[in-house]
């Protein structure tokens, strides 16, 4: 049998469109698709042929039902320049912390609009 791969990561997010142009301009994503989803919400399908990022807003506001980091710690992310994406990361008005440089790269986190955590890190 095959290794699995993570096909996609579904997260609650206040504004679709928001969050799909910064993912776009940060990791060079493309819309895969856009529609109704569940509960009539709606969802933007952000990423690359094979997997990506679906960026869901329910229909009527929801409270977070659970702290930072129960059950989702953070949504690591892969880039090429590490500098250029915390410059984009800092343009958007979100703040990067944690800086790591340890092997196997170096790395930082942010939290989005919603306090989502995501780690860029890059290998290079």
């Known amino acids: 049998m095959r290794a699995a791969r ?6 609650t997010v206040s504004d679709p469109e928001r969050s799909a142009a910064f993912f776009a301009r940060l990791c060079g994503w493309e819309e895969r698709w856009r529609g109704p989803a569940l509960n009539n919400g709606f969802t933007i399908h952000l990423g690359g042929d094979v997997d990506y990022l679906a960026l869901y807003r329910p229909s009527e506001p929801q409270p977070v039902p659970f702290r930072k980091g ?15 994406a915390e410059q984009i990361v800092i343009e958007e008005g979100l703040v990067p912390f944690s800086h790591g440089d340890y092997a196997p790269g170096r ?8 306090g989502i955590e995501f780690e860029l890190v890059s290998y290079g």
């Open 6 to 11: 993570l096909e996609h990561v579904n997260i």
């Open 107 to 114: 790395r930082f986190y942010f939290l989005d609009w919603d």
């Open 70 to 84: 129960v059950p989702l710690q953070h949504v690591g992310l892969l880039v090429d320049d590490l500098d250029a």
